[in-house]
């Protein structure tokens, strides 16, 4: 490592933050690209499970909550892939990248969403689980990508409200209605689990290096079960892992160690929507394809 | 209240609950992301504005906005076809959207002027959201004229959904509507038959089938 570089690490790993026209290593830049990307296209792709729910919301409320919550997302699509655009590389590339299955997207965004009740869970539980990575990044070496998060955290704390309280309404209302939710609570507790990524030091994860993230996976995994452990259960709700339970002493959560591998086919594109959800993005875009072409040769 | 005022509301309310409905289908998918949020925000106006007229509907009624809104046989709702076609692609989506709003903008400025407070009071709050639509169909009218390719497709669309446009507003709000498209698209629109309102297309039980599932899959009642 050459003695700028040295001194740029050091300069971040001090707390230091960057702006985008100051020199920064190519490393980087393109680890910041690789990251900021992958969370771009998560927003992104994250609106294909909810949105097939859009049509189906029980109540008028439900559906300006839930059409709301989604447009807020891809809101976020739109403000962090002006950050990557800054960064050099454009969105269309970006979108690109996406489709062609080259470029990556959050593990929770590659199942499908079966019933109401995964309405409720993803809004709660997966945002829930977003936040806590969201808020490390407010502290990101990288200045412009820490400040857009401000305004993402506080609507994704929202996001958590409306869930829940679909969540709620549904715990407290029919015998089928709670069943729905535990149902649907069974299924994601593995992609939860497997959110914040594998147990990996904080000190050999290079996004922690350059301090694009402030907190390693297990820390963010702890601070999630931390918050939301007691809240699931209180609702009554069981969740399924029978080791799942916190060593008070060492102030830990202790639980089954989820499979790794299983994380890593998912999210090079083996989940069980992957290939769905990128096709359909695939088709949609190409049914539009003309309108930026007409709008690409009109400002030309 | 008389059957007329409830008859009035509820098709307008329809309309609106049935075009946010099918706008809000573009969520996530829609040519550019700043368009996602557009048709996202468009919908859940249409739909307040739906929620607004059926709850002075339910009030006379005994009912609920939501019993409304999703309790009825398909058979019952009152909305024009033009709102119950499913997903256009983008040409007629933003056809249907000029269309609408300008159909909606002649009835809403025949509405301002009604004796009954109520209803006057209602039309001039969702009118101040819609005159944003009008500026975003507007753009996108703009946009489409300027180049031959999209001047090709939206003259298809035009034509193909004029009929059903004509639809939406009563015989002596039509004319006002054949002016301003005419005017707008610099041609002669066809002297056609009108699709009604009462007329149900097949795209409209399905969109009820599926709006209603959910709600359906509880007893009558329930909390969701």
Redesign the interface.
Known sequence: MDARTQEFLEYVQSGGQVETGDWMPDEYRSKLVKFIEMHGNSE?MG??PE?D????????Q???AL??K??DE??H??LI?RVVEDLGKP?TACLDDLVSGKAKFHNVFHYPTKT?GDVGVIAWLVDAAAIVSQKALLKCSYAPYARIMKKICWEESFHILHGRD?IL??V???Q??FELVQEALDRWWEPLMHFHGNPIPADEDPMFLWRIKSQGNEEARQQFLDGYVPQIRELGLEIPDPALRKDEEKGVWLYTEPDWEKLRAVVTGNGPASQERLA??RL?RE??A??????L??AA | MTRDRIELLLSIADDELFL??RN??W????????E??AF??I??NE??H??AL?ELAAAELGTT??EL??DRKPEEYRCAPLVQLRRL??ARTIARHWLYETADEIRLAALKASDDPEIAGVAAKIDREEAYHRMHAEMWID??L??E??RA?LNEAMDELWPYALGVLDDELRPELRRRAQERLGRTLADVEPIPRGVHEAELAE?WQ??????R???AG???
């Open positions: 992104l609106v294909l949105r729910w859009i049509l189906r919301a029980p109540t008028l439900r559906k300006l059409t709301a989604i447009q891809v809101g699509a739109q892939y969105r109401w679909v309404a549904m407290t209302g029919t089928e209605q359909f993005r949609s049914d539009v003309w309108v930026e072409r007409v709008v040769a009109e | 946010g409905w809000s289908e969520t996530g998918i829609a040519p550019f992301l700043e996602d949020v996202s925000s919908a859940q739909i307040g739906a929620r059926y906005a939501d809104a999703f692609e983008w946009r489409l300027a180049s390719e999209g497709r969109l599926e709006m209603t599932a959910v709600r899959s509880a007893p329930s909390q969701w």
